[in-house]
């Protein structure tokens, strides 16, 4: 070896080279090992600028999420006393007091809102001392129940006119229903100090009770009807009892307009007065205010409540329907030779309140029968309303079916 180094610097001297050092740098491309980062530097395609860029967005990326990780662990250490403390049964002992879980009832009736509870109503009130009469006029009620929406309507009656009411259109969903109807009572002047005026809100229900919603008692000897009055009065609790009624009635109604064909389905009655030997449903229709037609179910002996379950069709041309009156009144048959009505319901279009909201409920939604409960009103009290007149005797051209 040493042989062939010392040829090799002969042969570099005759060609004009300084021989080779011990100690100088290898050159580029030989077998010398330098430092790691800067060969793999110089071995990469990329810019430095471009990998000075990478690395300091991956230092960026990595401390993000270890703060990422240190915040989560953080908050998991600090929830975990609190869901214990919340939870646990034992630390709840001693710390919790009674008016912090519900307060009194004593407090609930003297807080201020407790008057409000049952809402408020709006009332124009005018006499007239001519005709003797006065108009009520229903405007709109407010805050009825909170918790939820109802379907409000409303009856109105004087203590001095039993059996004559009004009622008003049932309004959908609603906690501030807007009526804007009128109802005239005749009150003679004289009996006007002990005359009290009477409005009771209901929830509607179709096969149940209708709920009370509140109720407005107004003396009228109190208020000054010089003048037209019109105001806001807040409703109070409805009566514990309700008013002694006749009954209720159940029938569903169809009507279909291409044949004009009126079905009249009586179901059941119950709530009649004890005592009724045979009771049965008589189904009568007017037209213009004149007796046209009418029908019967069959008695049920010594009930209450009798159930009938018996459909009835009339022909009613589309055309008439407006002018027609349907009254379904209960009768019982206490002798051979002698009845008694026990109690009516009048539909058409000359109605108010549910049986009014029934029948238009029956004309929109033709071809669809519709079932609902009423509530018997005295006889006399709807043949003064319906005012009849004599038998009507026609026949009327019916539409091909």
């Known amino acids: 070896m040493l042989h062939l180094y010392g040829w090799q610097t002969t042969q570099r001297r005759k060609m004009g080279h300084p021989p080779d050092s011990p100690s100088a740098p290898a050159p580029a491309g030989t077998t010398a090992i330098p430092g790691l980062i800067p060969d793999l530097v110089a071995g990469t395609p990329w810019p430095r600028w471009a990998l000075i860029a990478g690395a300091l967005a991956a230092g960026i990326l990595l401390v993000s999420c270890l703060l990422c990780a240190a915040c989560c662990c953080c908050r998991h250490h600090r929830k975990k006393p609190r869901d214990k403390e919340a939870v646990g049964l034992g630390s709840a002992r001693g710390t919790t007091t009674t008016h912090l879980v519900q307060p009194d009832v004593d407090g609930l009736e003297s807080s201020p809102g407790g008057a409000q509870q049952w809402g408020r109503l709006q009332l124009s009130l005018e006499y007239d001392f001519g005709s003797q009469e006065i108009r009520v006029g229903l405007r709109q009620a407010a805050d009825l129940r909170p918790g939820g929406t109802v379907d409000p309507y409303a009856r109105v009656s004087v203590s001095t006119r039993a059996g004559h009411r009004h009622e008003t259109k049932v309004h959908r969903g609603t906690l501030c229903p807007v009526f804007d109807e009128t109802c005239c009572f005749h009150i003679p002047q004289a009996e006007l100090p002990g005359a009290t005026l009477q409005v009771q809100l209901f929830n509607f229900k179709r096969f149940s009770g209708h709920e009370p919603l509140g109720e407005l008692r107004l003396p009228l000897g109190t ?47 119950r709530g009649l007065r004890p005592g009724l030997a045979e009771p049965y449903v008589k189904v009568q229709l007017m037209l213009n205010q004149r007796k046209w037609k009418k029908r019967k179910t069959a008695t049920k002996k ?53 049986p009014l909201q029934h029948w238009a409920d029956m004309l929109a939604h033709a071809r669809r029968p519709v079932a609902q409960w009423h509530p018997l009103r005295p006889a006399r009290e709807v043949d003064r309303m319906l005012a009849l007149q004599p038998r009507l005797r026609l026949r009327l051209p019916l539409p091909h079916s």
């Open 223 to 269: 208020v000054d009807l010089q003048h037209v009055l019109e105001h806001w009065y807040p409703l109070g609790p409805p009566a514990a009892t309700e008013p002694e009624q006749v009954g209720e009635l159940c029938f569903s109604l169809r009507y279909v307009p291409s044949s004009g064909r009126l079905t009249v389905v009586v179901l059941e009655a």
């Open 302 to 354: 010594g009930t209450a409540a009798p159930y009938f379950n018996e459909a009835f069709t009339f022909l009613v041309p589309f055309s008439q329907v407006q002018n027609v009156d349907l009254v379904l009144a209960v009768w019982d048959r206490s002798l051979p030779l002698q009845t008694e009505p026990v109690g009516k319901v009048h539909l058409g279009a000359r109605a108010s309140g549910q």
